[in-house]
């Protein structure tokens, strides 16, 4: 609630006086989860920044009370101050206010605080520093306690007065350190010199100089004269020289005898800070890799195998079951290692805490990790970033070096999601050998409570871009199992750009906590449950509401890395196949880039077998707040979806799907109900801009227009737990063996691209196909020659060798003229794939190589095989001259000794080993593992990647005869439809004919 408040940029509770005003508590505990940011002037040239938890900020703190005879507004005058040079706000409630002049009830004693923090411009900046101000509710003789913590901690007090009644003298006479710390604030009125004998006596005993007096003139109004309290202000700011924090204050609370809202949770305290104590002795990344090690290099790595081990796409000449069977030693070692893991004293004391039956006593705990975890990464992050910002600054910049900054500042990155993520691996493994498996078997369970206590719980780990799925299966089947296995979902994920709100977006949507912070360095899919009320669950026919935080696409450290593309495609279809409904969340700055991913995503559903669910899109666009924006933009709406369904029907055409039409035959969107503007967040300038209302108040109708249409459009065939698991697995496999479409920055690149393909395939197999026939020619010349010299042999081979070079170079360069030329093409947007030019060129200078390589070979072959059939004929002469002195011999020994039948066969078996045994013969070549290797990459652009995987040893296919199955005919025929079944039959009968007679063709 605080930090909702403060970002509305209203006053919060500092001293929260109790029931009777007799005690109050200092609400540290509440205020913990205010950061704030603000520029300095000091740093406005080098545009750098502070950012800090508030109750640790060290900044002067100004009060102001007043007492008890005191008719002008404190409250009114601070809101002035606050607000001079921007539109007025009211951080603080006052009399003048709707509902101001009420009644105090509970209100006396409370002490309000807020905080102006400077932008960095000085035409809007009232102060050129941070300041805190605290306001205390009521007059000083009423909460003399509150005064007397307030006098102590300031940096300077106001004092508001009309007059000084004798208590009130006593009072003020009494302070310490008056010279310096107070200021009174004089609301002069007609003549009254009995009121202002008692100020001036008191003005006097207190010696209190004039420049610490400040009246206010009935000819004077308060706009005025707030002006001249901010004057005085700013000259005191001058001569600050201690500052203050909220945390520093709790000595002062003890001394006074008032209440601190967080004393219940020290145990949990020092338990957090004994976890992270040893991330001060060493850097964040070294501190990870001791006590956070499965999520390490290791994880990565076989993050890496199992996708691979789908897409096979670095196997080049190896054949596929033996690249395939290295890959599974590979993983099968990596599991191993990562299972004898021991847990680590970090997330040993973790797992004790979280394992707690007190759930009060867990959330103490994870907030102070939070808490504790931030503060140490803001000072850690801070000195990167700054870096960055001066390698950017270059003139010439050094793109690797940036680089590693980033990534530096990604390892730098450490939170309550790190450990959870390490919880959840090591339970991922703990089917390998472990000690401490007692341990840790309970952990779905502890997560599945944490999920409906409202944490969220790490769907795709975007580190290493993979799924633990053992532990979320386990996590979401323990959560069916306590709700009575009553779980129907309704899945819902926010999507977009980097910054670009998203999150902001689901937090003011459903009241969740999702991190939100501009540029933040957490990456993957995180999900929540939200437990739907039971007057709703007949409505939106479901028990829980699953929200998905995605990171944000575009990010620039993804930038600088080859596979960015492929990274945010795969996580973009992954989230919105498994949603009911997507939001897209769209600023004018992103557009093109959010509707590149949705292509894609698009385009990868129709290679995609069976995705299971035509999700919802909504378009929420950001940063809109004309009246007149939706009925204005129509035609740019229209536009968008056109593109949409053009590239929809290119990518259709390229898969051979002629039944999609439109991009909303794969994605449910309708222009006119499924586009939302949304006026931007802050309602000003930051840091001191309040949160707009038209912002809170579209996100509000959106929601309720959203669940309306939910309402209305839900069907009755529901995903519960279950089935949102083997939707999830299904999907993240198809995710898995998607090797062509994710890597391309939109649809219009990938038919591009392939259209290329195709034309390189041609042109290669022309440039191979002239090698090939004269390669025949000179083979057979090499086997014919009848000259016997080796010397001859050689000299002929070096001949062969040059003529075929000058070939392979005469046919590199028809090759490269062909592709230069199809780059000057105006059709085909030949100028989408520029940047793969160089690739093609490398491609063809290798294949130039191969070729080379491959000739040669043969040649040499050639040329062995000649001598070898020379040697042959040698060898066979000669043996058959042994033979035959060899059997002749027993043939007399026969003779001579009388050797059985049987005990002749014998000798002769002996002689024809003994004779034979140095006689080679041909070397075995795995025929049909090249064949599977050819056709793997003749298709490699083709949705077959999984077929071809799963086919296994080739020589095994074929030996019966061939079945035609409805799973063979095209997708866009789904025989399933088809309720006739005469119609059926016949239509699988034309298709095992057809079937049959090319068989037949191909055997002619």
């Known amino acids: 609630m605080a930090l909702k408040m403060s970002m509305c940029q209203f006053s919060v509770p500092l001293l929260l006086p109790h029931g009777n005003n007799s005690q109050c508590t ?99 900046d009232i102060f050129p520093e941070p300041v805190a101000f ?35 003298h006593k009072i003020l006479t009494s302070l310490q350190d008056v010279k310096s710390k107070l200021f009174f604030v004089i609301n002069k009125k007609v003549e009254n010199s009995e009121d202002t004998m008692s100020v001036k006596k008191t003005l006097k005993e207190i010696d209190l100089s004039n420049s610490r007096v400040k009246i206010k003139e009935p000819r004077i109004n308060v706009v005025r004269f707030s002006e001249k309290l901010c004057t005085a202000i700013k000259k005191s700011l001058t001569d600050v020289t201690t500052t203050t924090n909220i945390e520093n204050m709790l000595d002062k609370v003890v001394e006074l005898g008032l209440f601190v809202d967080e004393c219940t949770g020290d145990d949990q305290k020092k338990v957090a800070e004994e976890i992270m104590k040893g991330i001060g002795v060493q850097s964040v990344p070294d501190y990870k890799k001791q006590q956070l090690p499965l999520q390490g290099d290791k994880w990565k790595r076989l993050s890496q195998l199992e996708m691979e081990e789908c897409r096979l796409k670095n196997a080049g000449s190896v054949g596929l079951e033996e690249y395939k069977s ?13 299972g004898e893991n021991k847990l680590s004293t970090a ?119 993979n799924i633990p799925e053992r532990w979320v299966t386990d996590v979401l089947m323990e959560l069916h199992k306590k709700v009575g296995e009553k779980s129907r979902l309704l899945v819902l994920t926010v999507l977009g750009v980097q910054s670009s709100g998203k999150s902001t977006l689901l937090n003011t949507m459903f009241g969740v906590q999702f991190p939100v912070s501009s540029g933040r360095c957490t ?14 669950q007949c409505k939106l026919n479901c028990e829980f509401i699953v929200l998905i935080d995605t990171e944000g696409l575009k990010s620039p450290h993804l930038a600088l890395l080859d596979n960015s593309y492929e990274h945010d495609n795969q996580l973009a279809t992954f989230v919105i196949g498994l949603s009911d409904v997507t939001i897209i969340n769209v600023t004018m700055e992103n557009s093109t880039e959010m509707k590149d991913v949705l292509q894609i995503a698009a385009h990868a559903f129709l290679r995609m077998k069976k995705i299971g669910k035509k999700t919802v899109c909504h378009f929420v666009h950001q940063n809109v707040s004309e009246v007149s924006a939706h009925a204005k933009t129509i035609a740019e709406r229209k536009h968008l979806l056109d593109q949409l369904n053009e590239m929809t029907q290119i990518a259709a055409e390229m898969e051979k799907q002629t039944s999609i039409q439109a991009f909303t035959d794969v994605l449910d969107y309708d222009i006119e109900k499924n586009n939302w503007n949304i006026p931007g967040l802050w309602h000003g300038t930051p840091p001191m801009a309040p949160v707009n209302t038209g912002y809170s108040e579209a996100v509000a109708d959106f929601k309720k227009n959203l669940l309306e249409m939910v309402t209305s459009d839900r069907s009755d065939n529901v995903s519960q737990i279950p089935e949102f698991l083997q939707s ?60 016997t010299s080796e010397l001859h042999h050689l000299n ?31 059709d085909r947007h030949v100028n989408l794939i520029e940047k793969y030019r160089a690739e093609f060129f490398n491609s063809i200078n290798s294949l130039a190589k191969e070729i080379q390589r491959s000739v040669n070979n043969k040649l040499d072959c050639a040329l062995d095989l000649r001598k070898s059939t020379k040697e042959a004929e040698d060898i066979q002469r000669k043996n058959r001259e042994i033979i035959e002195e060899q ?31 140095n006689v080679s013969g041909l070397k075995e070549i795995d025929i049909s593992g090249s064949v599977l290797n050819q056709l793997k990459k003749n298709f490699l652009n083709h949705n077959v990647n999984e077929d071809l995987h799963n086919i296994g040893d080739l020589n095994d296919i074929g030996k019966c005869p061939f079945e035609a199955k409805p799973e063979h005919i095209d997708t866009t025929i789904n025989t399933d439809d088809i309720t006739d079944g005469n119609l059926k039959k016949d239509i699988m009968k034309d298709f095992q004919n057809f079937a049959e007679n090319v068989i037949q063709s191909c055997k002619c």
């Open 26 to 124: 200092l609400m540290l505990w509440a205020l913990r989860d205010i950061v704030k940011e603000w520029r300095p002037h000091d740093l406005s040239e080098s545009k750098g920044f502070k950012e800090d938890n508030i109750v640790q900020a060290d900044i002067p703190f100004y009060s102001f009370v007043r007492l008890k005879n005191c008719s002008l507004s404190k409250s009114q005058v601070l809101n002035h101050i606050l607000s001079l040079g921007q539109q007025n706000h009211n951080m603080f409630i006052h009399r003048d206010m709707k509902g101001g002049a009420n009644e105090k009830e509970i209100a006396n004693g409370l002490v309000e605080v807020c905080w102006h923090l400077p932008c960095g411009r000085e035409n809007l």
């Open 134 to 168: 605290a306001n205390l509710r009521g007059d000083i003789c009423e909460s003399l306690t509150q005064f007397s913590f307030l006098f102590q901690v300031s940096t300077a007090t106001f004092v508001f007065l009309d007059k000084v009644e004798e208590n009130e």
């Open 326 to 338: 290295k890959l599974q030693e590979e993983k099968q070692q990596i599991m191993k290692d990562l």
């Open 347 to 465: 997330m040993k004391s973790f797992i004790e805490q979280l394992s707690k039956n007190d759930n009060v006593q867990r959330d103490f705990f994870l907030k102070w990790m939070k808490i504790k975890l931030n503060a140490h990464l803001r000072f850690q992050q801070s000195s990167l970033r700054q870096k960055l910002i001066e390698h950017s600054k270059k003139g010439e910049k050094d793109v690797n070096e940036i680089a590693k900054l980033d990534q530096a500042l990604l390892d730098s990155s450490l939170g309550i999601e790190h450990y959870m993520r390490e919880l959840g691996l090591v339970y991922e493994f703990s089917f390998q050998s472990r000690e401490d498996a007692d341990k840790i078997s309970h952990l779905p369970a502890l997560a599945a409570e944490m999920l409906l206590d409202g944490y969220p719980l790490e769907l795709l780990d975007g580190d290493a871009s």
């Open 523 to 536: 990456r993957g899919a995180y999900m929540l449950f939200l437990k739907v009320g039971e007057d709703m």
């Open 728 to 787: 999830l697995r299904s999907l993240w496999k198809a995710v898995k063996y998607e090797n062509f479409i994710f890597s391309f920055r939109n649809t219009a690149v990938a038919q591009a691209y392939d259209n290329l393909c195709k034309e390189f395939s041609q042109w290669e197999w022309e440039f191979k196909k002239e090698i090939l026939a004269w390669q025949g020619e000179a083979e057979l010349e090499l086997l014919n020659s009848v000259n």
């Open 796 to 826: 002929e081979l070096i001949e062969l060798k040059e003529q075929v070079s000058h070939k392979i170079v005469d046919q590199q360069i028809i090759m490269n003229s062909k592709l230069n030329q199809y780059y000057k093409k105006r």
């Open 887 to 917: 059997v002749m011999k027993l043939v007399s020994d026969f003779k001579k000794g009388g050797l059985s039948d049987k005990q002749l066969e014998h000798e002769f078996e002996k002689m024809w080993t003994e004779v034979t045994v």
